[in-house]
């Protein structure tokens, strides 16, 4: 979601927005994809064809239960940083991309398919969800230092998002973004 230059170290940043289809990990039979949304803003620090990306964004991940008749909605800030490999150079008006790195989420809340909280008369969700993503894209050149960049990523999370001893489930995904990128001089 960034650019690079000939031997020179770049610095841009942008927002981004995107589409996640999320369920948990092991899937149950019970279990099916839901649609949520992210956005956010990145920073990129590039040199030649590698960089290194932070984001902050907020993402809403979860599950369909039931098939369909309720849904588990966990609202998250998540805070991915990538490696990131670009191909070509810095002048080419297309630039494929790969990218990988850890993400830490934070819980802002949970909730159902009526919006209302998912607590069951307690806090049933960890807080920090922690995991890792994997991706591919390209950046298009709107003009000079500007880009349009998109990727698709898989996120899998490492860490059980419940609370409750029986059970162990983790987010895992599939996450299609689009952002622009702006240089800092």
Known sequence: ?????????TLSWGPKVGVNFTTYNPKVETFDMLTGVNAGLFLNYA????GVMAEAAYSQLGTKVNNGSNLERLHYIQVPVSGVYY???YGDAVRP???????LGF???ATDNNGKKLSNGMDV???VDFG??????????IKNQVWL????????????VTKEPSTTFRNTGVAINVGVSFPIK
């Open 132 to 141: 890792g993503q994997v991706g591919a894209g390209f950046n298009f050149r």
């Open 87 to 89: 191909f070509g150079e």
């Open 1 to 9: 979601m960034s650019f690079t230059g000939f031997a020179q170290t």
């Open 97 to 103: 991309k790969l990218f990988i790195g850890p993400y």
């Open 149 to 160: 960049n998109t990727d698709v990523r898989y996120m899998h999370g490492f860490t059980d």
């Open 107 to 109: 819980l802002a809340s």
């Open 125 to 127: 969700r960890n807080e």
């Open 47 to 50: 040199k030649n064809h590698w």
